[in-house]
């Protein structure tokens, strides 16, 4: 949707205005809140497209690598979160439980005992 963000600069408060591609630097945007023309564009966060290979790559880099102590469980689920992160995709119900239960400390070998099916088999398991 094509929503553009301002920052007023007479009553100081930050808008966000729903405009047209057609209207967008033909009219003369209006604060909502104290009908103020001086409004100036505040650019919102960007996001850079990375393919697949780059996301993995950087997942595996040794800096990213550094901190993952696989005898501490809040780590190994933070890294899992973020690895699930950076695929861009759900991983489901049973992944979020895992990542869950490693984050709140329980080990990996408690958890693989609680949930034999884990993974759909013993190669999927938690094994490191």
């Known amino acids: ?25 033909r009219s003369q945007p209006a604060c909502p809140h104290c009908q103020s023309l001086s409004l100036k564009r505040r650019i919102g966060r960007i996001a850079l497209a990375k393919s697949e290979d780059a996301r ?13 102590d696989e005898n501490d469980p809040k780590a190994l689920g933070r890294f899992m979160r973020q690895m699930s992160h950076e695929m861009g995709e759900d ?14 400390g329980e080990s ?15 190669e999927m398991g938690l094994d490191l």
């Open 91 to 104: 991983l489901g119900d049973e992944f979020s439980e895992v990542v869950g239960r490693l984050e709140s």
């Open 56 to 68: 993995m790559d950087a997942m595996m880099d040794d800096s990213a690598l550094a901190n993952l």
């Open 1 to 25: 949707m094509p929503y553009y963000d301002y920052q007023c600069q007479d009553c100081r408060r930050r808008v966000r205005l729903f405009m047209t591609y057609a209207e967008y630097g």
């Open 108 to 122: 990996p070998e408690s958890i693989e005992k609680s949930m034999p099916d884990l993974g759909g088999g013993d």
